[in-house]
């Protein structure tokens, strides 16, 4: 053997040596230092975990009637992550299953990539209720359709449709954001929690825990052999609402009727129990229980009549003279006038440049301020209207915005649903703000530019005229119905301000109260009996004497009551209808508020319907309703 030869030998030699250390320390490496852990990966590959599903607790009334539960159906399921990963592959199998299921490819593909965008982390659902053989037909051909899979699930179920729609809220997929508070742990991406109303304010107590089952898999990842370990799932508690079915529907019937947006609260007077509450328009959240139609959930979003606006609690509204309440306990109160003095309405009066004039500018004649409330005086709350601007002037606190304070206008009522909107209390200090704003030469292009590009929202500082506008609830005032109806549980109670509440109690599966919902009144308001007896023998004079502007309403009622209309001037649209009852008037226990949009006169449309509900609230018929005698028109 040459040396050249020899070379060539003892370098393929080495090369071998070397490859043959490498390959037995990569062995050594693998089989004795990380053995273990590759042959703990191999025994989880053989393990599957799969999730059960808890069912949410169902929300009932106050009765135990069934305002929201769960269904149960076998639902076909894609996860498209796990079809095939080859584009032609992943076709034919969409193609296959178009014939197994029913479904145009299209359709499928549709459903594939609306539910992905909207539910990302959730397996898409094409079809709920399929057949246990379709069922049976692809278990039997896993290895042909990957991906695809049909589970029994717990889906939310509205069987009363729209009803108590924008109480109930509905439930919805969980964010990567929220999976990472506090509140949401344990939960995984896909699952479902209350996004909106109830089923958000109390998901806690609704949504329960999932359960988990450990099963052995062979090589296509199907089940083989019993269960290795199990944790059931643990049901959500029900939640029993204060609310009653029959009020709900009587309500929303009652508002319903005009076709036009309106809202109306419930409540009981003492404990602030919330008796029904709804708006118009509405929606069924029926249509966010998967399979979801995108194309609804995004007119609904889009819908210029805000059907998701819960009008009880979110609307931003004058009141009209329904806030006289305030207007007539700041007078008394507060010293501006007594309950006896008298007042000449001629109907109308001149003061800083401009003519005040009541509704029609009709004549009431001599009032006190029970038949101011009656006959529901304009230009006898104007003058208040003045007088409380002029102790405001002399350094005081003005008597209107503080007692609209203390009736909480401008601030929460604290009531168990997300989203509550505060109001306004319009002030001096609030209005002279935003002036010096727009008068600010760096601010949107200076005073020259008013009100262009919405940059802001008043040209001028404040004055008597605002303070005489908000004496009859006109103006910048700010309120929603629920407020207002705290107002007046207040007054008829003799002075506690209740926080309203629609969740009494919870209950586990078997009917065991699991806790008590009591919230605690938020304050007492320090209104003497004198001041109380007045307004209320005024506001029942309103709806059961002659001459009361809701008489031709309330006038052959079976009980007295006492009612103050409302009637709200918008700029560039209709009136808007108000009306706000205590009931019965010698014994109240209930008060009623209903807002109409765009329905004339408080009369009109807001009393009818406060009526209607209160019939049903009292529990009388049409039978029960005396004859009234006809009076003139009310024109508040």
């Known amino acids: 053997m040459n040396s050249q030869f020899a070379l060539r030998v003892a370098v393929l030699g080495g090369i071998a040596l070397v490859a043959f250390v490498v390959i037995f320390f990569r062995l050594w490496f693998l089989e004795v230092l990380s053995g273990e852990a590759y042959l703990k990966e191999a025994n989880a590959n053989r393990v599957r975990e799969f999730t059960v599903q808890a069912p949410r607790g169902m929300i009932l009334d106050r009765r135990g009637h069934p305002l929201v539960e769960n269904r149960t159906s076998l639902a076909l399921q894609v996860q498209p992550e796990k079809l095939f990963a080859d584009p032609k592959a992943r076709e034919r199998e969409l193609k296959e299953l178009s014939k197994v299921a029913g479904m145009p490819k299209d359709e499928i593909k549709k459903e594939i990539r609306e539910q992905t965008n909207l539910l990302p982390a959730s397996p898409v659902t094409l079809q709920q209720k399929v057949d246990f053989e379709l069922i049976a037909y692809l278990r039997e051909r896993q290895d042909e359709f990957p991906g695809v899979t049909a589970d029994q699930v717990f889906v939310r179920d509205y069987p009363n449709g729209s009803l108590g729609a924008h109480l109930f809220g509905y439930v919805s997929e969980v964010s990567e954001e929220q999976l990472d508070e506090p509140a949401y742990d344990g939960l995984n991406p896909g699952d479902r929690i209350g996004a909106t109303g109830i089923e958000s304010q109390y998901d806690n107590v609704l949504r329960g825990r999932n359960g988990a089952t450990r099963v052995q898999v062979d090589a296509a990842g199907e089940p083989k052999g019993k ?89 931003d509204y004058v009141t009209g003279s329904t806030f006289k309440l305030i207007t007539a306990t700041a007078a ?36 006190d301020m029970t038949s101011a409330l009656q006959f529901s005086s304009d230009v006898y709350f104007y003058s208040l209207g003045i007088e409380s601007e002029e102790v405001g002037t002399d350094g005081g606190e003005r008597p209107i915005q503080l ?65 005489m506008n908000l004496s009859v609830g006109q103006g910048d005032l700010g309120a929603t ?129 406060a009526r209607d509900i209160l019939m049903q609230t009292l529990g009388y018929n049409e039978s029960d309703v005396g004859e009234v005698e006809a009076t003139a028109t009310p024109t508040d």
């Open 227 to 315: 269960p290795l370990s199990s944790v059931e799932p643990k049901a959500g508690d029900n939640l029993v609402l204060t609310l009653d079915e029959k009020i709900q529907k009587a309500g929303e019937a009652a508002i319903g009727q005009f076709g036009l947006p309106a809202a109306f609260v419930v409540m009981d007077i003492d404990d602030g129990s919330i008796l029904g509450m709804g708006s118009v328009p509405t929606f069924d959240p029926n249509i966010y229980t998967p399979p979801v139609e995108v194309s609804d959930i995004k007119s609904l979003t889009n819908d210029e009549t805000t059907p998701l606006l819960n009008r009880a609690t979110q609307g």
């Open 403 to 467: 007692w609209a304070d203390r009736y909480g206008f401008g601030s929460l009522t604290g009531i168990d649903l997300p989203g509550e909107g505060a109001g306004l209390i319009p002030t001096p200090e609030w209005r002279n703000e935003l002036y010096d704003q727009a008068a600010d030469p760096d601010s949107c292009g200076g005073k020259q530019r008013l009100f262009e590009e919405g940059c802001y929202e008043t040209d001028r500082p404040w004055t008597v005229g605002d303070s």
């Open 481 to 609: 119905p629920l407020q207002l109806a705290v107002a007046y549980a207040a007054l008829g109670n003799g002075g506690e301000m209740v926080r309203p509440h629609l969740a009494d109690r919870t209950e586990n599966a078997l009917g065991e109260v699991t806790s008590e919902i009591d919230p605690e009144p938020s304050r007492e308001l320090d209104i003497s009996e004198s001041t109380r007896a007045t307004i209320m023998d005024g506001l029942r004079a309103a709806a059961m004497e002659p001459g009361g502007t809701s008489y031709e309403v309330f006038g052959g009622f079976p009980v007295d009551i006492a009612g103050k209309t409302g009637t709200a001037e918008k700029t560039d649209q209709e009136d808007q209808s108000w009306y706000a009852a205590i009931a019965p008037y010698d014994d109240p226990k209930y008060v009623v508020v209903v807002t109409v949009e765009r329905g004339g006169f408080g009369a009109d449309a807001a009393a009818p319907a």
């Open 332 to 367: 008394l109160e507060e010293g501006l006038i007594t309950a006896e003095e008298p007042y000449n309405d001629t109907g109308s009066f001149q003061y800083a440049g401009r003519k005040w004039i009541n509704a029609g500018e009709a004549p009431n004649g001599t009032v």
